[in-house]
């Protein structure tokens, strides 16, 4: 297979300008009982992949990227019984291994065992599936979809229907599940209610789009880029602000997303949650990154704060909810799209992702 793999992180800097992800060939092991290969029809850009090479999100290398995805299965591990080859199905980049303790919870907190997994770099059963002759490549998130095939455990994958198109169904693995699994399994926006959503990416957008599909909601964007603002007001936001001028105007909402990962924004989204009101977090900040909070006036004001990770989704439950909204016209993921590029200019994709120009940037074959 040819992938994109992350090969150093000697000099990590905002942009990708060193090239740092070089394209390669590649061996991919054939699936083992509970996996599944998949030829990759879609692959989005996500800033999680670029905090890795940036360092916020340490990880070992060499690494193959991408965790947003959608493919096509070419061929079932002895025992996965509940797939056909033919199938598309949507990445995750969170494998449930069902019989932990958090996966008995309602999604609210990550699998144990996926979690380790993960940070091993490794499938969810412990293998490692890609190399060079003797040199081991670590997976991603359980995906690592910048190729043209993966092999994922098939408790990272979900089924979607033909009629879904690749790009949306790359979309539905990590900025609608994070984003709207924010809005509605965490925030749990009401109808009627308004939502304001920090940070206007790929994953604040989806959010943005979720709450614009619950009835007579109200859903204000704050970004700190102003063409963020405008492509937000396109996709129908009632109002959109800069972070500083959302806290200094007053304006304040029952829930709050941050869809930043900047502690700074997680203070700014604090500062817009209204009394009794939720603030949620679904960014991923570098662990030094803190934030400062008043514990005074969260009592004084009755509010919550809600981490969300992979927007506390369970998502074989949760992906055919969010197919189902864009199969009646009621989330129009396709707008998320920004470009459609090819594996060869993935460092550039990383620098305009880093420059705040892109909402999704989809690698296509
Ligand atoms: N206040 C408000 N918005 C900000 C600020 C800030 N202080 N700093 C940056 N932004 C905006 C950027 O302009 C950009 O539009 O936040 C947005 C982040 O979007 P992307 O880089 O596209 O990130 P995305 O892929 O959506 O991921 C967002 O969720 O899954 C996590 O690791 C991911 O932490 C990241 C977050
Ligand atoms: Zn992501
Ligand atoms: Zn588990």
Known sequence: ITGAVLESLDSPSPFAESRP?????LELDAPGPHEVLVRIEAAGVCHSDLSVLTGVRPRAVPLLLGHEAAGIVEALGAEVDDLAVGQRVVMTFLP????CASCASDGRTPCENGSAANGAGRLLDGAKRIHVGAEVIDHHLGVSAFADHAVVDRRSIVPVGDDVPPQVAALMGCAVLTGGGAVLNAARLQPGETLIVVGLGGVG???????LAVEGARVIG???????????????????????????????????????????????ALALTAPGGRTVTVGLPAPDDLASVSPLALVSTGRTIIGSYLGSSIPARDIPIFVDLWRRGLLPVESLVSSEIHLGEINEAMDSLARGESIRQIIVP
Do not use: S
């Open 222 to 268: 704050v970004d700190a880029n102003p063409d963020k603002l405008a492509q937000a007001r396109a996709l129908g936001a009632h109002e959109t602000y800069g972070p500083a001028e959302a806290v200094e105007a007053g304006v304040k909402a029952p829930a709050v997303v941050e869809a930043v990962g900047r502690a700074v924004a997680f203070e700014t």
């Open 96 to 99: 449930r291994c069902g019989h």
């Open 21 to 25: 992800i070089r394209i390669r060939e």
């Open 205 to 211: 957008m989806a959010a943005l789009l979720v709450g």
